[in-house]
């Protein structure tokens, strides 16, 4: 019901947050365009995308510092621009250019991804406004991979998706009008840059294992347009596939708002572990579409049911609700670190490399969240009642 209530705000954010998805949501058919455009091997790919991701962790830790301090209208409107041109730069430049052009487009995007969790932190449903954003952020990507591939990529390559991108940026940024101009005043007085360690020594916990859970998946996102290949779509059908996935990562979002309060962390990352698993195991020995898209769309489906329930738990444990803001420095961090060493695994060892590494990031959160995080959540789960592990 609160959630209803606040509608058009967390839409607005969710429609801001998605400007700052864009590069990861998008990462392997920009990586698939830019590589058959310049002819780029997948080493220069993943550095490409290391870069990319390098300017999106600097963003975020612009974003920790002067977030609340800045008109977060103002904000959105000069990102949303910041990114748009970014992409329209990045449609023109050549090889050596464009690893600036990219760090750029990063750092503007990362200031959209952290005002948008900066605002769902204030609301008291975190688990249904953070599977509301990741959907919305989710299934508005589903319909640009559902028309790039086909309409845009096969006839106009790299530079007709920039533009493309750019534009929708653009149409996003419109989402301004709805945001409030900065947080509550009396919540802000007072908090830290970061809250201690031993004010939110289980938020930063699991952050922790937050970044290793997206580091390994994050690397075979990057490269998942290699399976394509290998399973030999045509572009529709590769679009098809890459669309369908995102919605049905929103469809885990939405899944996450109705049943994460009752699912709890605990169950929750083994949840996303099983279904990861199967995944990747139909990654591996499945067999051209129905290979490929059956693969992939499971393995999307519960890295996201992690995502989300581990986002939610950070906030959940952080009083100061600012730690959440360092998801999407996680994000870039791992995105900045993972997809360099993917490539050079995947051209010196092979795909099935990229599968193991998935399925150890998600194994490790699993195996080791009941003992590190089974007592706090215990005292929680008294004081409210019986709230689930």
């Known amino acids: 019901m609160a959630l209803i209530k606040r ?38 790919l993943g550095d490409l995308a290391g870069t990319l991701f390098a300017g999106y962790f600097a963003g975020t830790l612009l974003a920790l ?21 970014a992409y329209a730069v990045s449609a023109q430049s050549g090889a050596t250019a464009l690893p600036a052009v990219l760090a750029v487009m990063g750092l503007f995007s990362a200031l959209m991804t952290a005002l948008g969790l900066r605002v769902l932190a204030q609301l008291p449903d975190k688990e249904q406004a953070f599977g509301f954003r990741q959907s919305t952020e989710l299934w508005i990507t589903a319909a640009v991979l559902f028309v790039l591939p086909p309409f845009v990529i096969a006839p106009y390559g790299y530079r007709g998706l920039a533009l493309a991108l750019g534009a929708l940026v653009l149409l996003l940024g419109l989402s301004a009008r709805w945001l409030p101009r900065g947080p509550d005043q009396v919540a802000a007085l007072g908090l830290r840059w970061l809250p201690a360690w031993r004010d939110a020594a289980t938020a930063w916990v699991v952050l922790g294992f937050f970044f290793f859970y997206l580091a390994g998946n994050i690397g075979l996102w990057a490269f998942l347009g290699h399976y394509a290949v290998a399973a030999q779509l045509t572009p529709a059908e590769s679009g098809l596939a890459f669309a369908v996935l995102k919605v049905l990562g929103g469809v885990a979002a939405v899944a996450v708002a109705v049943f994460g309060g009752a699912l709890g962390i605990l169950r929750g990352q083994w949840v996303a572990l099983a279904g990861v698993t199967a995944g990747l195991l139909w990654l591996h020995f499945g067999q051209g579409l129905i290979g490929f898209a059956g693969g992939a769309w499971t393995w999307e489906f519960f890295f996201t049911v992690g995502c989300i329930l581990q986002t939610a738990t950070i906030a959940s444990f952080d009083g100061s609700q600012r730690l959440v803001v360092l998801v ?3 994000f870039a961090a791992s995105s900045m670190i993972a997809p360099p060493i993917a490539g050079r695994l995947l051209e010196q060892v092979g795909p099935s490399a990229l599968l193991w590494a998935a399925f150890a990031a998600a194994a490790v959160p699993a195996l080791f969240y009941p003992r590190l995080l089974g007592p706090a959540l215990q005292r929680r789960a008294m004081l409210t009642a019986g709230a689930p592990l």
């Open 65 to 85: 510092t002067m977030i609340d301090r800045l008109d977060w209208r103002w904000v959105t409107v000069a990102a949303a621009v910041g990114t748009s041109v």
């Open 328 to 330: 999407p420095a996680a």
């Open 7 to 44: 509608f058009p705000l967390v839409l607005a954010a969710s429609l801001a947050s998605t400007i700052g998805g864009l590069p990861f949501n998008t990462l392997p058919v920009v990586l698939g365009a830019l590589g058959a455009s310049l002819g780029l091997s997948a080493t220069t």
